[in-house]
Every structure is written in C-alpha cells, then in structure tokens.
C-alpha cells in the first residue's frame, strides 16, 4: 500500500518569501503524484501532477514541483509567495500499477503567508 | 469549465439516521470516487466506482456505507445507521477515461454533522 508523508505541518512566510513544501511517498511500483490546494472554506483544486517524463513540472499560479525518484520526494517550491497563497497543500499519490485510481493524501501543510 | 457539484453543502443529521449524499460528476468521466476529511485530519479515500461496481474501497467503507449511480448523472453516497464519528467532510471526484490514473476533479464537499 502507498503512504504519503509530508514534513511541515504548518508553515508561516512573508510575502515575497520562498517557499519549499516536502512530501515524501512510499510505494514499490510506479505512482502518480499531485499536488493540490484547498483555499479557506472552498474544495481541493489540482495545483500540478507528475505522471512520467521531465521530473521538474510546473502548475498553476507559478507553482513548481520536482520529482526525485531516488529520495521518493516530490517537493513542491514557489519562488516567491503571495498572501493569496494561504491554503492547506496536499500531496498525493496514485500507483501506476492498479486500475482503481484510489489517491493517497499526506496530511497537509498549512501555510499563511503574512503580508 | 465543467466542475463537479455536491448537493446539499451541509447536512445535519442525528445519530442513528440514514442520510444520502449526491454528486453529479462531469458528464463524460467514468471513475468514481467518494474521500472524507475529518476536521483536522487528512483526505482519505472511501471507495472508487466504474461501470457500475466498486473498484476499490478502503476499510473505512464498511457494511454502513454503500454507493451508486442511479441514473446517468448522479453518484450518491448512503451512510446507513450515522454514527459521530462519521461527522465530516465528504469529497465526491471524478475522473476521465478507463485510466484510473487521470486526474481526479473534486467537487466542493458536503460537510456531514451528526448529532
């Protein structure tokens, strides 16, 4: 079965900080990954999603994600974050390998980013 | 854009009660898909539906629950005897094709309270 872990429970940044989220994932065969994004008091929105190819892939709203197959991480970074950019951030996970589409969420991080 | 729709938003229900929670998921998807969040905790993965059975079902979905499509547009979700525990939010998705590895499209939830 996979698992998701991501490090940072909550993370609080300026406006115009950088940002780096971790997420780390445990499964034996070939997975999908996502990143999505859940504003106050609205549903969980696709940020980005890697399913093979170039392992740097970008999203919405200058969101960016890098998949490093050997450390199973697939961090999610922003150069420089907006107040608007306050939301939980799930990362998860579908395996390649099985025909049910059953998605694996991290726990979440919430960021606030003070302006 | 097409999106996925709940109905109702919120749902109040005392313990011991049936309740059913309806989704109408973009109309040319074919996966099906119900996740929770309990307040506070992570988005986890219920059951997955195509062509008209269960895929996949986590064992959070036991006897109590069950889902189906009763017509050609909606996904319901029936809890049958409520308990407390079962307060949370619901997240209905879809997804395209007979690849389960698509992207799943959430729709806003139905926060589910039960007394």
């Known amino acids: 079965a996979q698992s998701v872990s991501q490090h940072n429970h909550h993370v609080i940044l300026s406006e115009a900080a950088s940002l780096e989220l971790g997420c780390n994932y445990s499964y034996g065969g070939t997975v999908n990954l996502f990143w999505y994004v859940q504003y106050p008091g609205q549903h969980l929105q696709l940020l980005l999603k890697y399913f093979s190819g170039d392992p740097l892939v970008k999203g919405i709203k ?3 994600a890098e998949f490093i ?19 939980e951030y799930f990362c998860a996970v579908n395996a390649q390998d099985t025909n049910a589409g059953k998605s694996t969420f991290g726990d979440g991080t919430t960021l606030t980013v003070k302006p | ?9 919120h749902q109040v229900t005392q ?20 996740y929770r969040q309990i307040l506070g ?5 219920l059951v997955s539906f195509y062509n008209n059975e ?9 006897d109590q629950f069950s889902v189906e499509r009763p017509d050609g547009s909606n996904f319901t979700l029936k809890i049958r005897s409520t308990k407390l525990e079962d307060s949370a939010m619901y997240f209905c998705a879809s997804s395209e094709g007979t690849d389960p590895t698509n992207t799943q499209y959430f729709g806003p939830g139905t926060r589910l309270t039960v007394l």
């Open chain 1, 62 to 64: 200058g969101f960016e």
């Open chain 1, 69 to 87: 197959k050997s450390k199973f991480s697939f961090n999610l970074r922003k150069p420089s974050v907006q107040w608007s950019d306050t939301a």
């Open chain 2, 1 to 9: 854009e097409p999106e996925v729709t709940q109905t109702p938003s």
């Open chain 2, 15 to 34: 313990m011991g009660q049936e309740v059913i929670l309806r989704c109408v998921p973009i109309s040319n998807h074919l996966y099906f898909y119900w």
């Open chain 2, 41 to 45: 905790q992570k988005v986890e993965f």
């Open chain 2, 54 to 62: 269960i895929s996949e079902k986590s064992e959070i979905f036991d």
